[in-house]
């Protein structure tokens, strides 16, 4: 077998989905599918809502809220921050998904607050030997002072449909509430 042979055979062998490593992600998803009552969800926000949050598994942000699936869009990534596709998935939503609402809503006890930039770069190269400082993780001294300015920077994009309420609030992880803030 030459060079290109064993290098597509590696390949072919994976690109095949991992199902042993998936076994229990395949198997609960057998038992939604059957008992499934969503189909007649569109892709639109029946709420009007958009929510910025953590990716977290601690934060569930239609249960926070009180919403269903299907009531909200939902927006993930470390630390809750508005970033570049933040901004574009929101312009999307804006126009085309019915959201008139954004809530940035980070939260408590968060990895991006409780550490600098560099810290965390430090600790994947010791621990992992891969250099990350080419990504900006985009970590917060001050969460609150944070928030505020990306609520603003959500209300100050040109780019968002006209008439859309933005506000920013903090989760708490210990006591489930809110804490809405002045921004």
């Known amino acids: ?3 290109n042979e064993e290098k597509a055979s590696s390949v072919t062998a994976k690109s095949k989905f991992p199902r042993e490593a998936f076994s229990d992600v395949l198997g609960a998803n057998v038992n939604f599918a059957a008992d499934f009552q969503g189909s007649a969800l569109t892709g639109t926000a029946v709420k009007g809502l958009a929510i910025i949050t953590c990716m977290d598994s601690r934060v569930n942000p239609l249960v926070v809220v009180g919403m269903n699936a299907g009531d909200a869009k939902i ?3 470390a630390g809750a921050r508005v970033t570049e596709d933040v901004l ?16 940035v809503m980070p939260h408590t006890d968060c ?16 621990q992992y030997g891969v ?3 080419s990504l900006e993780f985009r970590t917060v001294s001050d969460q609150r002072k944070a928030l505020i300015t990306d609520v603003i920077r959500i209300r100050s994009y040109p780019l968002l449909r006209d008439g ?3 506000g920013g609030a903090i ?3 210990t ?3 809110l804490e809405p803030l002045d921004c």
């Open 75 to 77: 927006l993930r990534n």
């Open 111 to 126: 990895r991006m607050a409780q550490s600098e930039e560099a810290d965390i770069h430090k600790t994947i190269a010791e």
């Open 164 to 166: 859309v309420t933005v």
């Open 171 to 173: 989760y708490n992880v």
């Open 175 to 177: 006591t489930g509430a």
């Open 88 to 103: 574009r998935t929101l312009v999307l939503a804006t126009y085309l998904l019915g959201v008139d609402r954004i809530l």
């Open 1 to 3: 077998m030459g060079y």
């Open 131 to 133: 250099d990350t400082r």
